[in-house]
């Protein structure tokens, strides 16, 4: 039996891809060692990374064309309210780039990554412009489990749209690549003929 071949589109550039996967170690090992003063360096140094990327990923979106652009996924808090709304009762779109509900907390792990990183550096620099290290450590204590449950909706979401639309995802940030919608087929095919 001859195994049809699903065609495929290119939506994730390598930088985004290099930077995914990258935070995803960065973040790994920061937060792993958040606990140990033996690994306080590698816990800096981690977060130091994190933070660079998150920078870069901003600079990226802001600059870049294509599915890694801010204009590609727009924040609407009412629109990802919605689409989680039609998940629920079966009857979801399938989105090439990030969906509502994706883009909303794509948003808000780039926002508290950025706390939690900015406020890490502080604690580290004792302050530095702020005297108060409770206040600061709370901060960074509390934004970096934000941080952590936000990864955590991340991965359920790409794991039910998986699912939902038979689309490995995880795959596609690997490869670049995600599958063709047949209305996305008919659509290629019509601008070849």
Request: charged share 15%.
């Amino acid at each position: 039996m001859i195994k049809k071949e699903v065609p495929m589109q290119y939506v994730w550039d390598p930088f985004v891809r290099i930077f995914h996967w990258s935070l995803v170690i960065a973040f790994t090992v920061a937060f792993y060692t958040h606990a140990s003063e033996w690994d306080r360096l590698i816990h800096v140094r981690a977060g130091y990374v994190a933070g660079c990327l998150l920078l870069a990923r901003i600079v990226w979106g802001l600059m870049k064309t294509g599915y890694a652009s801010f204009d590609s996924f727009p924040l609407s808090p009412i629109q990802a309210g919605r689409h989680i709304y039609n998940e629920l009762k079966g009857n979801t779109k399938r989105y090439v780039g990030h969906n509502p509900a994706g883009s909303l907390v794509i948003y808000a792990m780039l926002i508290t990554g950025l706390i939690a990183v900015g406020s890490g550096w502080l604690v580290f620099n004792e302050g530095w412009l702020i005297d108060q290290p409770e206040l600061l450590q709370s901060i960074h204590q509390y934004s970096t489990w934000g941080w952590l449950m936000l990864v955590t909706m991340h991965v359920i979401g790409v794991v039910t749209e998986s699912i939902l639309h038979k689309d490995n995802l995880i795959r596609a940030m690997i490869t670049g690549c995600k599958r063709v919608s047949k209305k996305g087929e008919r659509q290629a095919r019509q601008k070849i003929v």
